[in-house]
DNA sequence: TAAATTGTTCACTTTACACCGAACTAATCA
DNA sequence: TGATTAGTTCGGTGTAAAGTGAACAATTTA
């Protein structure tokens, strides 16, 4: 016996998208739409729904939604006949985002490699450690690729 | 035959370092010191050599530092009849920091799901796309908690 | 052609953060 | 008991990002 889902759960739901967004670095209100077009049935909405439902300026909105469009997170599509964008998520992209985060884990491995080489041999505990940790980071980025690679081979079949 | 490694070879390794920090959202002061401490020889360093060395003034430096130490990333040692601390990078923790971003996977995957659950079966294609997103966040996880557990045991033998 | 719709752009305000200098505390030294 | 050392705390400044409102296209409708 499931409880019923209220407009209300569903508002909460859009602000916890919200926060999770906004701790990887997108502003609140780029959270906020993304909540919305994540929850949004059908999953796309118009600019005015957004201001609407944001409770944002309408040019904080149109500026947002430029930001997310580069990013490649959010995407529109048109119906003919009607002058209206409307807004949706460019969910295929998720993985390239993913991918761009990886990066940052090679330069980090990187950078603790080149760092015991430039180190001399006098403090080998320390340097140790940092052989460790950067070896952990190398492991790190092969299982990552390998499951995105299996995500994306399973995915296309 | 390695080309002899200079002062100024150091240094812009320090630069380098503290980039790399930066980018993982430190700041910059934040990121220098952290670049000092990994190049230092021995690995540590008192609160003046810090100040002088990142050419940032002795607030900054020690607010920086109780920062590093609150995320777990600075430490600092005592000898005795020596009133000095001596800051170094509390490298065993960087595990610890690194299960912390884990769960910002945790906290993604579980939002989809939850936003699945809240969505009703009318639009089969965006659940499906928020499913096989939901999944790969769900394998990486799993693959990264097994690459850290497997890199503990082979580091504590 | 006038009026409405659908956004965009610009100049401004607000907020948050990094960093600074100076005053302060707590411990040690002479 | 001063004077020094080692670091902290406080009030403030500079800068960048987030968001606003109002003016401005560009297209469509009446």
Redesign the interface.
Known sequence: MAAK?TQA??QR?VE??GV?FE??GISPVGGRIIGLL??A???YLTFDDLVERTQASRSSVSTTLKFLQAEGLVDYITFSGDRKRYFQLF??T??EI?KDRIS?LT??QQ?LE??VA???S??PE?NQ??K??S??YG??EE??K???E??EKK?RK
Do not use: C, G, H, N
């Open positions: 889902i759960d569903k739901q916890r998208i999770v701790k990887a994540m929850m049935e059908p999953p969910a295929s998720w993985l993913f940052s330069d980090f950078v080149e760092t430039l180190r001399s006098q403090y320390f450690t940092l460790e940790v070896s952990l492991d790190l299982k990552i390998k499951t995105l299996d995500w995915r």
